[in-house]
């Protein structure tokens, strides 16, 4: 596994004729971390392969490289590495629902105010509604334990919109997809349908996204953009404006790019390979032309290290203990 970070490290642009090799070589290491040494090696590689699979997810990857995914010989991979709890029941039957309360599911098309939401466990009364969208290899079940962590640390509502797992493999494969913006992932169906509704009906919108739910969360936000420009004309101007309703936070998130309009803050610790590596980076990288975080975000750089580099990609005992306020957080205060 060290080889295969090491290799990965070194990567400055994608080579075409190592890709497949690299993957596989991961999946391998993968499966002998599995039978070896238990789940928190495994979750120490599926961090990784989220980010590999987010680096190599560049103009430059070629079409034959992007199916590697769904080569014959890593299937075998994806359901040994599918996490515990999928079952007799798919997750992707999930895939773009609403989370609620108790974990129960809502179709997309359900209005935000007839969603039950989890809130903080103290009885406190809620003054906002957050969405939740998390990130790889994440059941519906595991979405719903973080929604709760997510009332209890912030006291408000808290709705998630599921990314869906199908193993560790095929969610890698949708990384490239999200990076490169090419099919179809039903979680940014879901999100920028939302997103779209609720500002076009002049409500504000705030969003909080982990790692692939940053992709996932740049991606709808793109999504919705295009939207109002092209179908309803707005200009670019009017379409920042109306963005501007919306409230994004971002917990070591795989994306580099975000649309001008709403207002940001990015969490990334600085011992976390995903953002640092591939999304916005280290803190030299804020001169970086090809990254932007947003017009006016805050980004939000710290460093807890761990002696396993990828257990600092947690969500939960890494990043949501150190989320503040949003206003609070926009004003630089930590």
């Known amino acids: 596994?060290?080889?295969?970070?090491?290799?990965?490290?070194?990567?400055?642009?994608?080579?075409?004729?190592?890709?497949?090799?690299?993957?596989?070589?991961?999946s391998e290491a993968l499966i002998?971390?599995?039978?070896?040494?238990?789940?928190?090696?495994?979750?120490?590689?599926?961090?990784?392969?989220?980010?590999?699979?987010t680096r190599i997810g560049t103009d430059l990857l070629s079409s034959s490289v992007s199916s590697l995914v769904n080569r014959g010989s890593l299937l075998a991979a994806n359901v040994c590495l599918a996490p515990a709890g999928?079952?007799?029941?798919?997750?992707?039957?999930?895939?773009?629902?609403?989370?609620?309360a108790n974990g129960r599911t809502f179709p997309p098309t359900?209005?935000?105010n007839q969603i039950p939401a989890v809130n903080p466990s103290d009885g406190r009364t809620p003054n906002e509604t957050l969405i939740y969208i998390n990130g790889i290899n994440t059941t519906k079940e595991g979405q719903a334990a973080s929604l709760?962590?997510?009332?209890?640390?912030?006291?408000?509502?808290?709705?998630?919109?599921?990314?869906?797992?199908?193993?560790?493999?095929?969610?890698?494969?949708?990384?490239?997809?999200?990076?490169?913006?090419?099919?179809?992932?039903?979680?940014?169906?879901?999100?920028?349908?939302?997103?779209?509704?609720?500002?076009?009906?002049?409500?504000?919108?705030?969003?909080?996204?982990?790692?692939?739910?940053?992709?996932i969360t740049s991606r709808a936000l793109n999504h919705v953009s295009q939207r109002l420009r092209m179908e309803d004309g707005f200009s670019r101007a009017q379409t920042e404006r109306l963005l501007g309703l919306v409230s994004v936070e971002t917990f070591g998130a795989a994306a580099?790019?975000?649309p001008d309009g709403p207002r940001y803050v990015h969490y990334i610790n600085r011992d976390d390979?995903?953002?640092?590596?591939?999304?916005?980076?280290?803190?030299?990288?804020?001169?970086?032309?090809?990254?932007?975080?947003?017009?006016?975000?805050?980004?939000?750089?710290?460093?807890d290290v761990h002696l396993n580099p990828i257990a600092s990609?947690?969500?939960e005992d890494v990043y949501l203990p150190r989320r503040v306020p949003f206003d609070q957080a926009r004003r630089g205060h930590f």
């Open 1 to 26: 596994m060290s080889n295969l970070i090491s290799r990965v490290i070194d990567t400055i642009t994608p080579n075409l004729n190592e890709d497949f090799a690299l993957l596989s070589q991961g």
């Open 32 to 53: 002998d971390a599995l039978e070896n040494t238990g789940r928190q090696t495994l979750s120490s590689g599926l961090g990784l392969a989220e980010g590999y699979a």
């Open 86 to 100: 999928i079952g007799n029941t798919p997750d992707t039957i999930y895939d773009g629902f609403f989370v609620g």
């Open 110 to 112: 359900t209005s935000l």
């Open 148 to 215: 709760q962590a997510i009332a209890d640390r912030t006291g408000a509502r808290v709705i998630g919109i599921h990314n869906a797992t199908e193993g560790m493999i095929t969610d890698l494969g949708q990384c490239i997809t999200d990076k490169l913006d090419k099919g179809r992932n039903p979680a940014v169906d879901t999100l920028a349908d939302t997103v779209y509704n609720e500002i076009k009906a002049g409500r504000s919108v705030h969003l909080m996204a982990h790692s692939q739910g940053g992709l």
């Open 256 to 258: 580099g790019h975000y």
């Open 273 to 303: 390979p995903v953002p640092s590596l591939f999304g916005l980076g280290w803190d030299i990288d804020r001169f970086n032309p090809t990254l932007h975080a947003g017009r006016g975000a805050v980004v939000h750089r710290f460093t």
């Open 313 to 315: 990609h947690s969500f």
